[in-house]
């Protein structure tokens, strides 16, 4: 653990356990350049969130815009933090005011002294993955000003929830006694409006994978739907990738679905890693959108399930999903 200078104090809330039966196998290159994402507080003036329960029907809702200049992160707090992570060394690629986050980029020598963490290379049955242990710590000047530092640890906090009735996808045989179900006849069951949703944009969240256009023009043919309007949007280096993993199959499942169900709406789908810091800036990004401006998030991947999850410094389940939206931890 690097000497921490006397003007250091501990986030609370940050600290962080190896996952249970990982060990630390070396030291993280000291070389190595990680992007992390710091998360700030609302603007200290900005007024209390309304409740939502007690929104009444039609009443009006702030534009992104607005919302961004009433709850978003003070230019004041941007520069401070700003200010902290130049001093350190390490420069700043993004900073946003809706989004309360300022991305900034260095070594892991760099991350280890600005943040007070000693970065280690761990190994489970699993995985391997960069982590730490302990807290992180940050100047007493922008302690207040931080809410959470996301980045430093890498390991894998999502997966695909494809169930298959086989071991395998090989064991899934054609002669099967399966009847198989359109999109459109699966809504038809749940009542889903067939007006059309032309107007809308529905954000999907992806963690890994991609979608290639031919394998969506052979879908939507299939279904006889329209092939709707897909825009991909890449977070922290997270690019459209289409390979043959589970991933893609998600990710091909959820634009099959989402487009043939609400046919006409925009599909606006965003890559990110499959970390915390992944999860954080997928959220953030897409809630404030300001160019594809989803109306409909959508994430049907989950938390990892593997006994490895089952460590002090895991997300709960209800914290890893968009329809159970809370503050983040200041874990990383």
Do not use: C
């Not at 749940?190 to 991609?210: D, K, S």
């Not at 490895?308 to 389940?317: E, L, T």
């Amino acid at each position: 653990m690097p000497t921490l200078p006397a003007n250091y104090r501990a986030l609370a809330g940050s600290r962080r356990t190896p996952r249970k039966g990982a060990l630390r196998t070396a030291d993280a290159s000291p070389d190595e350049q990680i992007d992390v994402s710091l998360r700030l507080r609302r603007r200290p003036d900005a007024p209390a969130l309304p409740d939502p329960a007690r929104a009444k029907p039609g009443a009006a809702t702030l534009s992104r815009e607005d919302f961004a200049a009433r709850y978003g992160a003070s230019a004041v707090d941007l520069d401070q933090v700003a200010a902290f992570a130049t001093g350190a060394g390490l420069a700043v690629v993004e900073r946003s005011v809706a989004r309360r986050t300022v991305v900034v980029r260095g070594t892991v020598a760099q991350m280890n002294a600005a943040f007070g963490v000693d970065l280690g290379i761990y190994k489970t049955a699993a995985e391997t993955y960069r982590g730490r242990d302990g807290e992180i710590h940050v100047p007493t000047a922008i302690h207040d000003i931080v809410e959470g530092v996301f980045g430093l640890d890498n390991r894998r906090m999502a997966e695909p929830m494809l169930r298959f009735s086989g071991r395998t996808p090989a064991d899934n045989a054609p002669a099967q006694a399966t009847v198989p179900m359109t999109p459109q006849a699966v809504a038809q069951l749940y009542g889903f409006p067939a007006t059309g949703a032309a107007g809308q944009t529905i954000g999907i969240f992806e963690f890994g994978g991609g979608y290639l256009a031919s394998d969506l023009q052979l879908f939507f043919s299939s279904v006889q739907a329209p092939v709707p309007s897909v825009t991909p949007v890449s977070i922290l280096g997270q690019e459209n990738n289409p390979g043959s993993d589970s991933y893609t199959t998600e990710t091909l499942l959820d634009i099959g679905v989402s487009g043939a169900a609400a046919q006409g709406a925009r599909l606006a789908v965003y890559f990110a890693p499959w970390t915390e810091q992944g999860w954080v800036d997928i959220v953030t990004t897409a809630i404030h959108d300001t160019v594809n401006r989803p109306s409909v998030p959508s994430a049907t991947v989950g938390p990892r399930t593997t006994p490895s999850m089952a460590s002090p410094g895991r997300w709960p389940r209800s914290r890893q999903s968009t329809r159970h939206s809370r503050r983040p931890r200041r874990w990383a």
